[in-house]
DNA sequence: GCCGTTTGCCTAAGCCTTGTAGGCGCTGCA
DNA sequence: TGCAGCGCCTACAAGGCTTAGGCAAACGGC
């Protein structure tokens, strides 16, 4: 009998990859077996559980995503990195709509402590660097980015956008445009 | 024996109500036969499916969290239509949790076009007469609040607030007036 | 009040997913 | 070449979804 080569790390990648054809909470134990042509207990030697096997995906797609952001943002500053910033999130949410939801998940405090989620927090307070707002003005504005492109992005993808005949595309960039005009003003009045 | 007088209307309102308990996920054609003292295979005469009866809780929260904010709404105008809008939406996201999380259900086209959901575009666009913004800057505009609003409540929610040591009602304050200026320069300029 | 119809919940049974326990053969190393 | 351990297997239990078909209570007409 040929051995299908299994490893945890294998597995949370197809198991990414799985995400994005057919959606994160389609993800599953089974579904991942089929997909190796195994048998479902052998997965159980290589993940813990079902669980376990979404948390993986989840830490696997907070890293590949952090990656992406780090990258956009390299020799950026201002509207420049923020724009960037912005862009990254989106376009990996559209690329990987199934990664993106996997980095939704929620972890527990240990475990998204050691995340590439802690980056992400890094990387959205470096932007706001270029505006120069004082605590607690800073933190504020960080809640506030996460908060808009999370939401658009979320929204988007829900299809909360197709009703309106005007252009996402141009939505994005008005509210990026909006949102760099906000933190230059506050910065000038804190 | 006595019946339990299950109704399509009585199941979803108690899978509301477990959705709060136990989260909207957990809510199961099982778990709620257990609710009523009564067999799975009897729901089926009432929900077609363990997908219709979440679809129904969908549409139930859309409505309920659609009368709130209306209620809110009443006879305000400007900055005060904007802060209880998005207060009745961070509340209710606050005291009925799974009622939430089942408002944000994907819904098809044409399910979501005969939803509340639609009474939510209308009220968000209400809020924009008082900043007297024109097309497509209103569109804009409306796709932002959502993102921000829906945005925020889903990471306060998801516990994303928690490790840093600023009042998540601070930052809610702080959000809500910037995006009152935001919008009145807005108008100014347009 | 009686009877037929409808309604409401039931039993039974199949299929899918998760998870555990234990077995057997292949692989790699001595 | 022998054998230890790894890698995947079979078997099984529990729980969720769903359909088919049955029985009895409730209801409406007479």
């Known amino acids: 009998m040929v051995r299908a080569g299994l490893t945890a790390e294998r597995l949370t990648r197809a198991g990414a990859e ?3 054809e057919v959606g994160f909470d389609q993800v599953t134990v089974s579904a991942l077996a089929r997909q190796f042509d195994v048998k479902v207990a052998s997965l159980y030697s290589h993940v813990k559980s079902s669980q ?9 797609a907070l890293a590949e995503l952090a990656d992406r952001v780090a ?3 390299a020799g950026r500053a201002g509207r420049d990195a923020l724009a960037a910033f912005a ?12 990664r993106y ?3 939704r998940l929620r972890l527990d405090p240990e475990t998204a402590a050691a995340s590439a989620g802690v980056r992400h927090a890094q990387m959205t307070r470096a932007i706001l660097r270029g505006y120069d707002l004082s605590e607690p003005d800073q933190t504020h ?3 506030m980015l996460g908060s808009v492109f999370h939401g658009y992005v979320s929204l988007e993808t829900a299809g909360g956008f197709d009703h ?3 252009d996402p595309q141009q939505s994005w960039a ?3 445009d909006s949102l760099d005009a906000l933190l230059r003003h506050q910065a000038a009045t804190s």
């Open 18 to 20: 799985l995400a994005d």
């Open 174 to 176: 008005w509210i990026i």
């Open 52 to 60: 376990d096997l979404k948390t993986r995906i989840a830490l696997f």
């Open 101 to 103: 939801a996997a980095a």
């Open 141 to 143: 504005a960080v809640r």
């Open 87 to 98: 862009n990254a999130y989106r376009y990996y949410a559209k690329e990987h709509p199934g």
């Open 71 to 73: 990258e956009a943002l």
């Open 164 to 166: 309106t005949p005007v």
